[in-house]
């Protein structure tokens, strides 16, 4: 608040839209129930009791549809539909969902296997966040420049297939139980992906809006990658819990008394988040339009 008043200069309003308000508590409201529904109920380590999913997560799905007649009618959205209308602004956010859904939920499992069936400490394993950070910092500036030059579809579809390449690696070698020479390098090289893809993701779909539009464009994609964050961690929760107990586990994925079944229920998520960074690639490939030549350029 002290920046703002004191760094920000004002500025004068240009039009007379409103706020929607009434699309803001819809959509509030369906993905609160869609959350409550998907991570709610069924008790520690194990997946949502299904009436309470087909209930609640039934009934933000409904909601959802409610929202979207709202906002193709309402004078102001907030998510202008037209905006989908462009193949590369729907293929942006496609590709976001994947790649995020799979993030999160590599992100979110991998700590417990490592923590829970290991039996390694909570601060050996934070490492594990450091290469992504890292990796962002020093690389978003000249990534961010080659993708003005060369256009952000090569870079996305090379970074989302290099992410797909290390969970791939990762599930693989899960079972070596090498968190220096295997764990670490494979998040490296995910953190180098995802640097790849994530300033010229913005470039792609501020590009694929009207200017007019990039507020609500840029709202839409950061919305999207939060909502495949939440949808993972229940989705891919179901994959590790039915994957620990075809290996045997008892007492909850993550528990020390089944290791190896732990590391079958983290596999499984990283294959299963592998495939969907494959699919992120393709999706730009085919989906973002391809670079055009500089003028005089043959």
């Given at each position: 608040m002290f920046l703002l008043l004191t760094r920000v200069p004002p500025d004068t309003p240009t039009g007379t839209a409103r706020l929607d308000l009434g699309g803001a508590a819809l959509a509030t409201v369906a993905l609160g129930l869609l959350a409550w529904g998907l991570t709610g109920s069924g008790g520690e380590g194990s997946a949502p009791e299904p009436g309470h999913v087909l209930r609640w997560s039934g009934a933000g799905l409904v909601l959802l549809v409610v929202f979207l007649v709202w906002e193709s009618r309402v004078r102001a959205p907030m998510m202008p539909l037209r905006l989908f209308a462009s193949r590369a602004f729907s293929a942006a956010n496609a590709l976001t969902f994947c790649l995020y859904f799979?993030?999160?939920?590599?992100?979110?499992?991998?700590?417990?296997?490592?923590?829970?069936?290991?039996?390694?400490?909570?601060?050996?394993?934070?490492?594990?966040?450091?290469?992504?950070?890292?990796?962002?910092?020093?690389g978003s500036g000249p990534v961010g420049a080659l993708a003005a030059r060369i256009g952000p579809r090569p870079l996305i579809a090379a970074g989302a297939a290099m992410v797909g390449?290390?969970?791939?690696?990762?599930?693989?070698?899960?079972?070596?139980?090498?968190?220096?020479?295997?764990?670490?390098?494979?998040?490296?090289?995910?953190?180098?992906?995802?640097?790849?893809?994530?300033?010229?993701?913005?470039?792609?779909?501020?590009?694929?809006?009207?200017?007019?539009?990039?507020?609500?464009?840029?709202?839409?994609?950061?919305?999207?990658?939060r909502m495949a964050g939440l949808i993972a961690v229940a989705g891919?929760?179901?994959?590790?819990?039915?994957?620990?107990?075809?290996?045997?586990?008892?007492?909850?994925?993550?528990?020390?008394?089944?290791?190896?079944?732990?590391?079958?229920?983290?596999?499984?998520?990283?294959?299963?988040?592998?495939?969907?960074?494959?699919?992120?690639?393709?999706?730009?490939?085919?989906?973002?339009p391809a670079p055009r030549p500089a003028a005089g350029a043959p």
């Open positions: 799979a993030l999160s939920g590599v992100l979110f499992y991998l700590p417990m296997t490592l923590i829970g069936a290991w039996g390694l400490g909570e601060a050996q394993v934070g490492a594990v966040f450091v290469p992504l950070s890292v990796a962002m910092a020093l390449v290390a969970y791939a690696v990762l599930g693989a070698g899960l079972g070596l139980r090498s968190f220096w020479f295997h764990v670490l390098p494979t998040m490296t090289l995910m953190g180098v992906g995802m640097t790849l893809v994530v300033s010229p993701l913005s470039t792609a779909v501020m590009g694929a809006a009207p200017d007019a539009d990039a507020g609500a464009a840029s709202g839409i994609n950061n919305a999207v990658s891919l929760g179901l994959v590790a819990s039915l994957t620990f107990a075809a290996a045997g586990g008892t007492g909850g994925f993550g528990g020390a008394a089944a290791p190896e079944a732990t590391v079958a229920g983290m596999q499984a998520v990283a294959f299963a988040s592998a495939l969907l960074c494959g699919l992120a690639a393709a999706v730009a490939w085919i989906g973002l």
